[in-house]
Structure formats: structure tokens, C-alpha cells
Antibody
Framework: EVQLVQSGAEVKKPGESLKISCKGS????????IGWVRQMPGKGLEWMGI????????RYSPSFQGQVTISADKSISTVYLQWTSLQASDTAMYYC?????????????WGRGTLVTVSS | SYDLTQPPSVSVSPGQTARISCSGD??????AYWYQQKPGQAPVLIIY???ERPSGIPERFSGSSSGTTVTLTISGVQAEDEADYHC???????????FGGGTKLTVL
């Protein structure tokens, strides 16, 4: 059974950089696309982007293209979400999630979330 | 703003049927997916490819599709079904995913 384990909560100041992680376990992890979903406080889910760790093929929502970077290190079954300059509006819960299917971009495997708080 | 449109809230009494709609142009050529999210928890996939139910999801959850609108139906609603429900699809070209704004289901 594949599981996704996310890194812990972060508190950062505006302008700081951040990289959060999502580590997969299980034999089938290498077959998964892993994506990131943002949920701002009291709001709905937002699809940010997705990557195939095997070859780092990635897709981004236009809303997040250029705002974040999704990367992967297949040798340690880990996917990352990175910011170079955080803003208060980046305060949210970030979920990593996985799918075996290319092109449908839904998720049947979820991490427990990483809470990112950006405040001066 | 969200690419898919859902009602913010739906209320039903226990045992009744709840219907939650989700509309968007991309739904004419892209599948829809539904997630249930309870407070403090990650979402759970409950419907995929418009009408399919993952293993372990109760039969009272079903999905349907017609044109630019998809509908999640919960038959015989139970108190434990009180949650937020999110629809999801892909953009019309299938390049990236999109979500609706979510619907809060209240069981009276």
C-alpha cells in the first residue's frame, strides 16, 4: 500500500523561501503522478500542479505557473513544493496527492497536509 | 474564482436524498470526480469518472452527468455524511486539473 508522508508545519515571514516535501512509501510509488493541492483557510481546494517523479514531467495550473516550483527526487521517492518569496496570501494547508492515471488529474491517494503560515 | 461552480451549501434531513451540482464547460469532454472532506481531514475520493465508486465507498453515493453539469447524489443521508464536498475535473485540453468551490452539506 502506497502512503504519502508530508513534512511538518512551517511558520515563515514574507519574502522568505520555503520547500516542503512529500515522501512516498510502497512498491508502486514509482507509478504515481504526485500533485499539490492548496486549501486556504475556510476555502475550497485548488489544483496547483503535478509531477511524475520517474522523469520529472510536470504540469501546472495557470494560476500557479511561475509562482511555485514542483520538483522530485526519485531516488528517495520524494516530491517537493517550493517558493522563492512567500507572501501572506500563501498561508494555507497544502496537500500532496497521487494518481496512477495520466491526463485525468484526479487523486485517490492523499497526504495529511502541511500547514504553511506566512506572517510578519 | 473557481473553474467549476457548486452551490455553497445544501441542507437535508436524515434519510432524505441530497443532490449537489457542479457545472462547467469542461465537463462536456472531461470526467468529473467528487471528494468528501470532513473537518481537519484530507479529502477522500468518493466518485471517479463521473459515475464510478471506489471500493469501500457506500452505495448511497452516486454520480451522474449531463452536458455541462454533473451531480453527486447521496441517498438516505446519514449524520456522518455531513462534510464538504468538492467536485473536480480537468481543463478542456486535459492539461491541468480544476476544482469547484466546494459545497457544505448539513444534515439537519
Amino acid at each position: 500500500e502506497v502512503q504519502l508522508v508530508q513534512s511538518g508545519a512551517e511558520v515563515k515571514k514574507p519574502g522568505e523561501s520555503l520547500k516542503i516535501s512529500c515522501k512516498g512509501s510502497g512498491d508502486r510509488f514509482s507509478n504515481y503522478w504526485i500533485g499539490w493541492v492548496r486549501q486556504m483557510p475556510g476555502k475550497g481546494l485548488e489544483w496547483m500542479g503535478i509531477i511524475f517523479p520517474g522523469d520529472s514531467d510536470s504540469r501546472y495550473s495557470p494560476s500557479f505557473q511561475g509562482q511555485v516550483t514542483i520538483s522530485a527526487d526519485k531516488s528517495i521517492s520524494t516530491v517537493y513544493l517550493q517558493w522563492t518569496s512567500l507572501q501572506a496570501s500563501d498561508t494555507a494547508m497544502y496537500y500532496c496527492a497521487g494518481t496512477l492515471e495520466t491526463g485525468n488529474w484526479y487523486f485517490d491517494l492523499w497526504g495529511r497536509g502541511t500547514l504553511v503560515t506566512v506572517s510578519s | 474564482s473557481y473553474d467549476l461552480t457548486q452551490p455553497p451549501s445544501v441542507s437535508v434531513s436524515p434519510g432524505q436524498t441530497a443532490r449537489i451540482s457542479c457545472s462547467g464547460d469542461a465537463l462536456t469532454n472531461q470526467y468529473a470526480y467528487w471528494y468528501q472532506q470532513k473537518p481537519g481531514q484530507a479529502p477522500v475520493l468518493i466518485i471517479y469518472k463521473d459515475t464510478e465508486r471506489p471500493s469501500g465507498i457506500p452505495e448511497r453515493f452516486s454520480g451522474s452527468s449531463s452536458g455541462t453539469t454533473v451531480t453527486l447524489t447521496i441517498s438516505g443521508v446519514q449524520a456522518e455524511d455531513e462534510a464538504d464536498y468538492h467536485c473536480q475535473s480537468a481543463d478542456s485540453s486535459g492539461i491541468y486539473g480544476v476544482f469547484g468551490g466546494g459545497t457544505k452539506l448539513t444534515v439537519l
